[in-house]
Every structure is written in structure tokens, then in C-alpha cells.
């Protein structure tokens, strides 16, 4: 096998994986539309015990498609949807796309002036939102061109006896309260879900869909942690294709297989594969609107999905769960974790913890990142390589190049890694330089997602990711690289998990510095840190030892559930200026703090 353009030999570690797929010259809706003909009566849905089938889902799209009509949606105006996982959430997402119209997904929890630069920066006119985000939409509203707010409940699907008791607790009566004060004022502008449905029953024209493969269906916004959101322009065909992919890599999937969408709409992950895979497939979505990682193995025994998807930490969570009753998790085929880096300790962990709980499962690592759609590169079922994450899917190509160059370097040398296949995005909405730096021609004539991740390849095409390049610690002219670190510090016994991020030094330039999660909170002591410490300078080079240590209860996380590092960088940016370092190089201070997050404070009042 050649070193350029390297493409995964499938055959080699995928039982019946095709190497190539076709994909189709449609719309996303359309997609689903023939497949869901094939399976009718499956269970498309299921939200706190309403089911609807795939039949019944295709008429709400339905539905919903002609209400936006009537509202005067057009071929190519963007409708943003400011919703969690509720079912009205993914039929808005559908309707829109048969009418050949772009959905904008925002994530309801963001900011006022996150929400205004969103609708602002894409002229939406148009917006579907969760009530419990009204108060903030109402607030900037006036400074956009939205013409219509379509308001929903999450209670408005759940059966009956969960709906009303759903509508006692606070944060529904006060979301009620604001909704209803703001059609007071303004009623022309704002409509409930059930109002706006009705309103499509006076649209009678047949609706047209022929919007096509290479036409913008979505707009999600980058996960990175840095400066302001960008844009990424998803097409039909970038979405079938991840569907298609998705579904032939994983190879177990069945139709009627339960898949618990935990992984937000909103969120590439959430919307390509725990929806449109699945409804691609012909499986059942399980949709989770509000997801807390203290109640997921409620949720496992609730429902016994097949499938689950998620991030690290959820997994983490997991594993500190002792109430799964041993021998209960057969129904588990498939367990997936995206999003964030995978230590090796924490993926040993995992997997020991399923097979203690009857699951005849090993976790699968996959690789993407929003501008390739989601999930890219995936483990192979039942082939793994300790430190990879896996194979690329199919018609999916991985190179390793020098950083900002289309320089290959030979196998097993680190590099970035770039992407080329049909999940690559089409941009960033309205950002031409971000865009061109970001999608690249190279000398063999393909574009090319640069990643600005930092990996490897060895000589059978498996990919091995160590981090973003930007994470790099430079200390004394030597690379550390922090979730090398972490790996090290999170196989220490007392220790859930750690962030590891880069300090100003005097002479140093960078040191390292780490913070601890410990699985018992009350061993945060000197003792605990001593260990750690020992067992970091056993396992570590000197020169990546880290500088400074600080117990937290919690890290901070994005709004996708991801370590929040750059946070951390704030805080010591600020902390620099009183930050006294002793420069002999053998007395170098370890300090210890042990800071409660204001969540987790706040949360103890509550109970209190």
C-alpha cells in the first residue's frame, strides 16, 4: 500500500464492509422518506413513551412542512431551531429540508448575544425554539429580522400524565408565564407548536422537493473553544453520506434497533448519526431532551438501548454507577464515544466495567469533527489497535501532513491530520477566508479538511490521534503534550479524570500544569498529591512533570460536553500576575487547591 492518499483496506478488518457506496442526488427528507417505505410500522421515535411510527413521523413532517409554507418559507431561507431533542426538534429539521429550506441549529442554553450573532449572521427570518429559551430570544428579537417564533413545550409530546406534571414543575410554569407575556405584546409574531401545525392545514399546493445532493441542508456551529462560533455549511449529500457510512461501518446495525440520542441535535454527532442514521436504518431514536450523566444508567434500564453514543466523560459517569445490576446490559451492541479525546486507562475501564455487566461489547473510538459532518473514522467492531481510533469510513481518505503544508510525512510520524471524502463540508457560512484556509487544494488535485489535529498513521492505514496541534505546551524548547499527561495521571488509582494545560513561565516560557478530578473528593489531601506526583515522575520525562497540581470537584465543559481547557487558560492568565515561580530548577513548588465548582454549589443548596 502506497503512502499517498491512503484509503483503509476494509476487507482486512470488516466482515461484508463495502468499500464504496453510492450516494443518492436528494434531499436529506428524501433520504428517509424511501427508506422509511421499506418499514413503516417501525418505531421511528420514542420521548418519554410516545411512539410514533414511521409512518405517523412522515405525516408530521408533513404537517409541519406545510405550515412553514404558509408562513411564506422559501427554497434556501434559513430557519434556525434553538431546540433540545424533542420531537418536534427533529420534525422541524425534516419539514424544513423537504421544502429545500436550511436549518440553523443553536443550542438553546447559549447566551443572548450568542443567539443574536447566530440569527443575525445567517438573516434568519424564522425561528423554532424551546420555550424555556424564550426570555432570551424575546430579548434580542428586535435587533434581527425574525418574523416568526414558533415556541414548544417539551412537554408537548409527552404522554398525558408526564405532560401535566411536567407543566406543575417551576421551570415549565415560568417559560409559560414569559411566553404568554410576550404574545401579550406581541401575538402576530409568536405562535405555540400546536397553532403553527394548524396553520398548515391551509396550505393545499403540492409541495415540490427537489432540492438536491449538493445544496446546503444544515448549518451547525464549530465546537472550538476559541473565538467567535463559525458556521459550518453541511449539504444533503454531506448528511446521507455520513448516514450511509455510519450504518455500513458500524456493520450490527439492525432496523428496530434502539438507539439512546443523547447527543443533541445541535450537535454533529447528535444530528448525523443518533438521528439521521437511525431513521436511516429503520431503528428507533430515543430522544433525551434534557440528558444529566448522574441519571444515565436510569436510562439504560428504562429503555435497554442497543446503541448508545457519547462522549468520554459520559462514560466516565457510567462507570462510578453501582446500581447496573450485573448480567442486564446483554441488549448493548454497540457503544460508541466521540467528541473528545479516549484515554487508553479510562477505555480499559470501560470496557472492563461492560463485561462485568453482561455486555459482550468493547467501546468504539470514533474520530470527526463538525466540519466533516461528525464521526469520520471509526474502530473497527472487532478489531482494535491500543491508541487508535480506528479506520476511516468508507470513501473516506486520511493523510498525515507537515502542519499548514500538503507535505505527506512517512507512516508513524506525527503530523496533521487532514480529510477528504464526501462528509467534508461545503464552508463556513459567509467566512471565504476561514473557509479557504480551513479547505485546501493540494498537488493531487483533491480538497483537503485540514483538522488542526495532531495524529499519526501506521502502515496498515490506522490513525492515531494525539491532540489538537494548538494544545502543544513548548517548555525549554521541548513539545509536551498534555492528553499524553492526562493519560499518565488518569492511571492513578485515586483519579477520575484531569486537564492538563500550559502556564507562563519566567525562563521556561510554558510549564505544565494539572487539574484533578479525584473518584473520592475527600482524599484531596497532601498525601494524595504526594502519590500522584510520585507516580507522575515514574512514568513521566522530567521535563513533562507538571509544575503545579489543583484538586476541582468538576471541570469545565463546552457546550457539546467537552473539557473546557481554554477556560482554565483564562483563569491562569489572570492568576499570572501574583503567581511567584522559584526558578531553581530542583525546588519548583506543587501547590494544591481544592475549588468546588459554582454548579456543584449551587446544587447542594438545592438539596439543602
Given at each position: 500500500m502506497g503512502k499517498k492518499s491512503v484509503k483503509t483496506p476494509w476487507h482486512a478488518y470488516y466482515d461484508g464492509v463495502k468499500k464504496h457506496l453510492e450516494y443518492p442526488d436528494f434531499s436529506v427528507y428524501k433520504l428517509i422518506e424511501y427508506t422509511a417505505s421499506r418499514h413503516l410500522n417501525n418505531i421511528s421515535y420514542n420521548y418519554y413513551g410516545t411512539k410514533k411510527t414511521y409512518h405517523e413521523f412522515l405525516k408530521q413532517i408533513d404537517e409541519a412542512a406545510r405550515a412553514f409554507k404558509a408562513l411564506g418559507v422559501k427554497h434556501k431561507d434559513i430557519v434556525s431551531i434553538c431546540m433540545p431533542n424533542t420531537p418536534e426538534a427533529i420534525i422541524a429539521f425534516y419539514a424544513i429540508n423537504k421544502i429545500g429550506a436550511i436549518s440553523n441549529l443553536i443550542h438553546p442554553l447559549s447566551g443572548e448575544n450568542e443567539i443574536k450573532y447566530f440569527l443575525k449572521k445567517t438573516s434568519s427570518k424564522y425561528i423554532v425554539c424551546i420555550d424555556v429559551s424564550i426570555d432570551k430570544i424575546n430579548n434580542i428579537v428586535d435587533d434581527t429580522k425574525i418574523k416568526n417564533i414558533i415556541v414548544v413545550s417539551a412537554a408537548d409530546s409527552m404522554p398525558p400524565h408526564l405532560s401535566m406534571a411536567y407543566r406543575t414543575m417551576n421551570i415549565s410554569k415560568r417559560a409559560r408565564n414569559m411566553v404568554n407575556k410576550i404574545i401579550g405584546k406581541n401575538n402576530k409574531k409568536v405562535a405555540s407548536w400546536n397553532e403553527f401545525i394548524r396553520l398548515g392545514r391551509t396550505y393545499t399546493k403540492e409541495i415540490e422537493d427537489d432540492f438536491k445532493g449538493k445544496e446546503i441542508a444544515a448549518i451547525l456551529y464549530s465546537g472550538g473553544t476559541t473565538g467567535a462560533p463559525k458556521g459550518v455549511e453541511l449539504t444533503n449529500l454531506n448528511l446521507n453520506a455520513i448516514a450511509m457510512q455510519a450504518f455500513e461501518a458500524c456493520a450490527i446495525l439492525k432496523e428496530k434497533d434502539k438507539v439512546l440520542a443523547i447527543m443533541p441535535i445541535f450537535h454533529g454527532f447528535g444530528l448525523a448519526v443518533c438521528i439521521h442514521t437511525v431513521q436511516y436504518f429503520g431503528g428507533t431514536s430515543i430522544l433525551v431532551p434534557q440528558f444529566s450523566a448522574k441519571t444515565f444508567d436510569k436510562l439504560l434500564k428504562k429503555y435497554e438501548p442497543n446503541i448508545i453514543i457519547g462522549v468520554p466523560t459520559l462514560y466516565e459517569a457510567l462507570i462510578k454507577k453501582q446500581s447496573i445490576i450485573p448480567h442486564k446490559m446483554s441488549y448493548l451492541k454497540c457503544a460508541i464515544s466521540g467528541g473528545d479525546s479516549l484515554s487508553i486507562e479510562l477505555k480499559k475501564k470501560i470496557d472492563a466495567f461492560f463485561k462485568r455487566n453482561g455486555?459482550?461489547?468493547?467501546?468504539?473510538?470514533?474520530?470527526?469533527?463538525?466540519?466533516?459532518?461528525?464521526?469520520?473514522?471509526?474502530?473497527?467492531?472487532?478489531?482494535?489497535?491500543?491508541?487508535?481510533?480506528?479506520?476511516?469510513?468508507?470513501?473516506?481518505?486520511?493523510?498525515?501532513?507537515?502542519?499548514?503544508?500538503?507535505?505527506?510525512?512517512?507512516?508513524?510520524?506525527?503530523?496533521?491530520?487532514?480529510?477528504?471524502?464526501?462528509?467534508?463540508?461545503?464552508?463556513?457560512?459567509?467566512?471565504?477566508?476561514?473557509?479557504?484556509?480551513?479547505?485546501?487544494?493540494?498537488?493531487?488535485?483533491?480538497?483537503?479538511?485540514?483538522?488542526?489535529?495532531?495524529?499519526?498513521?501506521?502502515?496498515?492505514?490506522?490513525?492515531?490521534?494525539?491532540?489538537?496541534?494548538?494544545?502543544?505546551?513548548?517548555?525549554?524548547?521541548?513539545?509536551?503534550?498534555?492528553?499524553?499527561?492526562?493519560?499518565?495521571?488518569?492511571?492513578?488509582?485515586?483519579?477520575?479524570?484531569?486537564?492538563?494545560?500550559?502556564?507562563?513561565?519566567?525562563?521556561?516560557?510554558?510549564?505544565?500544569?494539572?487539574?484533578?478530578?479525584?473518584?473520592?473528593?475527600?482524599?484531596?489531601?497532601?498525601?494524595?498529591?504526594?502519590?500522584?506526583?510520585?507516580?507522575?515522575?515514574?512514568?513521566?520525562?522530567?521535563?513533562?512533570?507538571?509544575?503545579?497540581?489543583?484538586?476541582?470537584?468538576?471541570?469545565?465543559?463546552?457546550?457539546v460536553g467537552k473539557v473546557a481547557y481554554n477556560v482554565l487558560e483564562h483563569e491562569e492568565e489572570a492568576k499570572n500576575k501574583n503567581r511567584n515561580f522559584n526558578t531553581e530548577e530542583d525546588k519548583e513548588p506543587i501547590s494544591v487547591e481544592v475549588v468546588e465548582d459554582d454548579f456543584v454549589n449551587q446544587i447542594k443548596k438545592d438539596k439543602n
Open positions: 455486555a459482550d461489547i468493547q467501546i468504539r473510538e470514533g474520530y470527526g469533527l463538525t466540519e466533516c459532518g461528525s464521526v469520520s473514522c471509526l474502530t473497527p467492531d472487532k478489531y482494535y489497535r491500543v491508541g487508535s481510533i480506528g479506520i476511516p469510513l468508507p470513501d473516506t481518505l486520511y493523510k498525515i501532513v507537515k502542519p499548514n503544508t500538503d507535505e505527506e510525512v512517512p507512516y508513524g510520524e506525527e503530523g496533521e491530520i487532514v480529510i477528504n471524502g464526501p462528509t467534508v463540508m461545503h464552508g463556513y457560512y459567509h467566512s471565504r477566508k476561514e473557509t479557504k484556509e480551513t479547505l485546501r487544494k493540494h498537488s493531487d488535485g483533491l480538497i483537503w479538511l485540514h483538522t488542526g489535529d495532531q495524529g499519526l498513521m501506521d502502515n496498515d492505514g490506522f490513525i492515531y490521534f494525539k491532540q489538537r496541534i494548538k494544545r502543544m505546551i513548548v517548555s525549554s524548547g521541548y513539545c509536551l503534550y498534555p492528553g499524553y499527561i492526562e493519560n499518565v495521571i488518569d492511571e492513578h488509582e485515586a483519579v477520575s479524570m484531569s486537564c492538563v494545560i500550559g502556564i507562563k513561565h519566567p525562563y521556561k516560557v510554558q510549564v505544565a500544569k494539572a487539574f484533578i478530578v479525584l473518584k473520592n473528593h475527600e482524599l484531596a489531601n497532601e498525601e494524595t498529591l504526594n502519590s500522584i506526583k510520585a507516580h507522575c515522575e515514574k512514568n513521566l520525562s522530567r521535563y513533562s512533570w507538571p509544575y503545579e497540581y489543583e484538586f476541582r470537584e468538576e471541570l469545565p465543559k463546552t457546550l
